[in-house]
């Protein structure tokens, strides 16, 4: 048993009661806004100086999946690009006032991993201070790009806590060719004072853990398969399952992007024009909410930047 794991027994986060004692727990829905340019797989293809040429489909999209939530009546967490948040505030702003979190997703989506230390603590620090500015509200919620915090890179930890974050949603307990801390604790623990790390969902068969928390996962599957898995997950772990996807997942006409490798092409485009009726089926089939309000974590001190 890995350190975290131990960490994990001893300080393990209680799930909220209401959250257990429902007959349909609720759980945690997760959007990563950020452009399909700016996806940690096209890296290789499409230069960080070219983002700004590129035709921008993020505010489009976050519009039906904003449109999608407020059908069902479900608030969701918005892991979201500083390097958006500044050219669509409109957008941060419409997030909040719809009543879902805005949380960061860093600034210019750099895998924690490609970062030494000091840099990262800047990115993350940037994207809180501009998500505050442009919405009005604390920022306690981090996600890393790619789920990047693995075990040579666990400062990362350090530097959320350092910077003011409360909870982080980076770590993906699998194995991935991209990312992945298979021995991770699989639901909400405290990593370090004051800050938790909530575990992207995954379900034990067969001594393993498979991903079950959204991607191209849950475009791959079909869906009475994920729906069995979570269901699975609620009810024989007795926790909530964390789920997340991305806007660009929703726009089956976005720009395809030439000369990319067979795998990276499969995994991007596979099923998009799925992707709409699985979440409205989702969002039916499961209580939804907020990632601060599912596991009861609050900011510091709520009323600071009301
Ligand atoms: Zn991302």
Redesign the pocket.
Known sequence: MNHLATASARNSVPVSGAAVAARRPVNALTI?V?DYFQVSAFAPYIARSEWDSRECRVERNVDVILGLLDRHGVSATFFTLGWIAERYPALVRRIVAEGHELAS?GYG?HRATDQARDVFADDILRAKKVLEDLSGHEVIGYRA??FSVCERNLWAFDCMADAGYRYSSSVYPIRHDHYGMPDSPRFAHEVRAGLVEVPVTTVRLFERNFPVGGGGYFRLMPYVLSRWLLRRVNRDDGSPAIFYFHPWEVDPGQPRVAGIDARTRFRHYLNLDRMQARLDALLGDFAWGRVDRVYAIRAADETALA
Do not use: T
């Open positions: 990563d950020e997703h989506h790009p790619s």
